[in-house]
């Protein structure tokens, strides 16, 4: 550790106020705190102090991600043999390390786009440089198929960093969860890089022998193609670190513990979703519905859960600090309706499989506005109980 | 009548709605037509041509009527004057440019209703004499066409690969041919429009800071 203090340390007076390079002074600070806690105290005003910064909440959220990284590794893997009818000829490291090499190019991309972009805006305009996007790089690559070219999750990466956040100030200014703009980007832009059944298992592009629908795009059409416990561990085509409910609750409790992520919003998601699971079956034997979408209506509604994106963006996306609701009643709205809207579009519309994206991106857009009520409900009812000598106020 | 035609104050009348004063991106008028018209760049020259047109007689009438213009009903009369050049231009686009005008569709017949021209009549023509409204009305087209040809051209490359109906990006280039590119279809969609037009004000302000509001 002395090693690398001394580095920052020998190289503090260059970067210095009116030193040769001191333009560069926010990077020498950005890496500096990534090792080192910070000494600095704030000067003015009133301040909670505590030892954790924003660096370190944000590592810690990437640290909730590594068993759902793990686990797309290892099913990006799984499937690629599985299509090919290699799997039981392929040993069980054999399959992650071919998932590494697949997810790993996505990871650096994604960093290196989005960590560019910040450095350079964090010079231009002269503040230090931001780590909201420490999560940001890591979310994106989990919420791609696998498939996706390199080059598209570089522009989608740098259309997130700067149409979805520094456009509006940077991080804790931005009004949607910035992997979610780069996916919804994706998603229009490219339709055929980012649904079907060519994009979700790895080398599928490359022969047209191998195709394989995600289990949401099968259900659409009125199929039934995965076992509940299959896609309760993630042994389903899907995007990279979406398909295994499990080793996103494992990251869900360490979020909870931790105190970092709303235990208010997961469970309000995720009973949002099961009540629309439930209406849903009970419209499910109704005649004026398709026969593909009578299957779909028919599902049991916990399978809602653990299929496609919903645990993923139940307890990683919508509970994104920034962009969701920051009042207690108003966690609890904006997670009950993110649960409800994102199953009801995957069901009622079958153009848009994955519903839980456009439903936080919506929940995200109407978060300030459910926060400001919330705040006008507690104002009016305080108001009535406050009474100035003797008359109401 | 002192004043030569093209001093320096009637020369700053085209240049200024160029840049300090541009009817989209610091005005903010007739972003419809902008976002609605650009997503390939001939039918946003077309349109660019047709305003323009629109816009400079339409104030060398207005202007020429203002001092007889009862001024309870000039919006009427504007309107009248305005939607009698429109009827015009929608004939002579469906004559000789027949595609175009289809593309277009009720766009060149909502150019009655675009703001820039409303705008500059009441703003300008109805103060000022004919040549100084004319040359007023050929800058703000002018500025307003800039910004359409601008997004459409950034559109049509992007979303279509091609500039003006030529490919421009190789054939062998597209994933279905074997290659790597697709295009981009966000770019085709309004909100894409708006973006662009939202990252020409960004450029714009960053380059003349006196523009940035508080």
């Known amino acids: ?393 | 009548m002192s004043e030569p035609l093209f001093s320096k104050k009637n020369l700053k009348l085209l240049s200024d709605p160029l840049n300090s004063s541009n009817p989209i991106t610091v005005q903010v008028l007739g972003i419809c037509s902008a976002l609605a018209v650009t997503a390939q760049l001939k039918p946003a020259v077309v349109m660019s041509i047709s305003v323009t047109i629109v816009l400079a007689f339409a104030n060398v009438i207005i202007s020429l009527l203002r001092n007889t213009i009862p001024n309870r009903i000039r919006i009427i009369v504007q309107l009248v004057v305005i939607a009698s050049l429109v009827i015009l231009v929608d004939q002579i686009l469906k004559a000789y440019v027949y595609d175009v005008s289809k593309q277009l569709s009720v766009f060149v017949g909502l150019i009655i209703t675009n703001c820039i021209i409303m705008g500059r009549l009441e703003a300008f023509a109805l103060g000022n004499r004919p040549w100084q409204s004319f040359l007023d009305g050929i800058g703000n087209g002018a500025g307003y066409a800039v910004i359409l040809i601008i997004v459409g051209f950034f559109r049509e490359l992007l979303g279509s690969g091609s500039v003006f109906g030529f490919q421009v990006i190789p054939d062998s280039w597209y994933i279905t041919n074997g290659g790597f590119y697709a295009n981009n279809g966000m770019m085709i969609l309004p909100p894409m429009a708006l973006i662009t037009v939202g990252i020409i004000i960004w450029v714009q302000r960053s380059r003349n800071r006196k523009l940035i509001e508080n």
């Open chain 1, 1 to 393: 550790m002395n090693f690398i203090k001394n580095i920052f340390e020998n190289t503090k007076p260059y970067v210095q106020k009116g030193a040769k390079y001191h333009w560069l002074h926010s990077v020498h600070d950005g890496f500096f705190t990534l090792f080192f806690v910070q000494k600095n105290t704030s000067k003015s005003g009133t301040h909670i102090h505590d030892y954790i910064d924003l660096k370190r909440t944000m590592g810690m959220v990437v640290l909730a991600l590594v068993p759902a990284i793990l686990m797309g590794m290892y099913n990006t893997g799984y499937q690629h043999f599985k299509a090919i009818g290699e799997l039981a000829s392929t040993g069980f490291f054999e399959i992650f390390l071919f998932g590494l090499l697949k997810v790993l190019p996505i990871i650096i991309v994604s960093y290196g786009v989005g960590l560019g972009i910040e450095f350079v805006f964090a010079q231009i305009r002269g503040h230090e440089i931001q780590e909201g996007f420490l999560v940001s790089g890591m979310l994106i690559p989990l919420v791609m198929p696998v498939e996706t070219p390199l080059w598209m999750i570089a522009v989608a990466t740098a259309f997130a960093v700067v149409i979805g956040k520094e456009v509006f100030g940077g991080t804790g200014m931005n009004i949607w969860n910035p992997a979610l703009v780069a996916r919804a980007f994706l998603f229009f832009a490219y339709p055929a890089q980012m649904s079907g059944i060519k994009v979700w298992v790895a080398g599928s592009q490359a022969t047209d022998a191998i195709t394989c629908a995600t289990p949401l795009g099968d259900a659409a059409s009125g199929v039934i193609s995965y076992t509940a416990s299959d896609a309760f561990f993630g042994l389903v085509p899907g995007s990279i670190g979406e398909t295994s409910t499990l080793a996103i609750l494992i990251g869900a409790v360490l979020l909870i513990v931790t105190g970092i992520g709303s235990w208010r919003i997961m469970l309000s998601t995720i009973a949002g979703g099961a009540v629309m699971g439930l209406i849903l079956n009970a419209f499910a034997g109704s005649a004026s519905l398709s026969e593909a979408n009578q299957v779909f209506f028919a599902i049991p509604f916990w399978h809602h859960l653990i299929l496609g994106g919903f645990m993923f963006g139940a307890i990683f996306m919508a509970t994104d600090p920034v962009s969701g609701s920051q009042t207690v009643s108003g966690k609890w709205i904006y997670g009950f309706l993110i649960g409800i809207l994102a199953v009801l579009i995957r069901v009622v519309n079958p153009a848009y499989p994955e519903g839980m994206m456009l439903a936080i991106l919506l929940m995200n857009t109407f978060a300030p506005l459910i926060d400001h009520y919330v705040v006008q409900g507690h104002i009016k009812k305080r108001l009535k109980r406050a009474t100035v000598s003797g008359r109401t106020a």
